[in-house]
């Protein structure tokens, strides 16, 4: 067997391994926290960096389209984003953003990030703040995170931990199980969403 396609197993064999040790429960607690969102009809915030920012402009879209839950995604917005982190700073520019939207106890903060973040080594602190507002004024937090899940984990109301299987995956992995979760869960019985175009068409 190649390199190449000894590679190719052993990264969808690690993918097989991560499912198996996913936390079921924490998922399904995920969807029960934003069926109660949908229901108050509150809105949906998701935030993310890098790789993140990219899942949560996609699943702000399908959050609104198929679940029909308000949802804004904190990056979107270039003009704005990046006059805050010029006037503002960095580490602000998230958690400003949602007070500027007025975010409210009845919303909910979905936040994507590899380690969850961590303020004291400096690491995603953006994240960090803008976990810490959401709590603060009584938000509902939830996200997917991996390593250890970080600020996130020690902080969220719910959130959906993808395993470490090989640390030298930890990124390419966590995102892309991140991309499969939201999915999950925007999909979620729970919250009774429309059918995508495509489940409704026969072919």
């Known amino acids: ?16 391994e991560i499912i198996s040790q996913l ?4 998922i399904e607690t995920c969807a029960v926290l934003l069926k109660s969102v949908k229901d108050r009809g509150g809105r949906l915030f998701f935030a993310g960096s890098g790789g993140g920012a990219g899942h949560a402009s996609h699943a702000t879209a399908d959050f609104r389209k198929i679940a029909g839950i308000e949802s804004y995604s904190v990056t979107d917005n270039v003009s704005e984003l990046t006059a805050r982190i010029n006037d503002e700073g960095w580490e602000t520019a998230y958690e400003m953003w949602l ?3 007025c975010m409210n106890s009845n919303d909910a903060l979905f936040v994507f990030s590899v380690g969850g973040g961590d303020a004291e080594k400096g690491i ?4 960090v703040r803008a976990i810490d ?12 995170a991996g ?10 109301d719910a959130m959906i931990l993808v395993p470490t299987v090989d640390p030298k995956n930890v990124t390419t992995q966590t995102e892309g199980f991140q991309a499969l979760m939201w999915h999950l869960l925007v999909s979620h019985p729970a919250l009774d969403g429309a059918t995508p175009k495509w489940e409704s068409v026969t072919l």
Do not use: P, W
């Open 124 to 127: 995603s602190t953006n994240l």
């Open 23 to 26: 936390d079921r429960k924490a």
């Open 147 to 156: 390593r250890d899940g970080g600020h996130l984990m020690r902080t969220a």
């Open 133 to 144: 507002y959401a709590k603060s004024i009584g938000a509902i937090v939830v996200g997917v």
């Open 99 to 101: 007070v500027g939207s």
């Open 1 to 16: 067997m190649s390199t190449e396609s000894s590679y190719v197993e052993s990264f969808l064999s690690e993918s097989i």
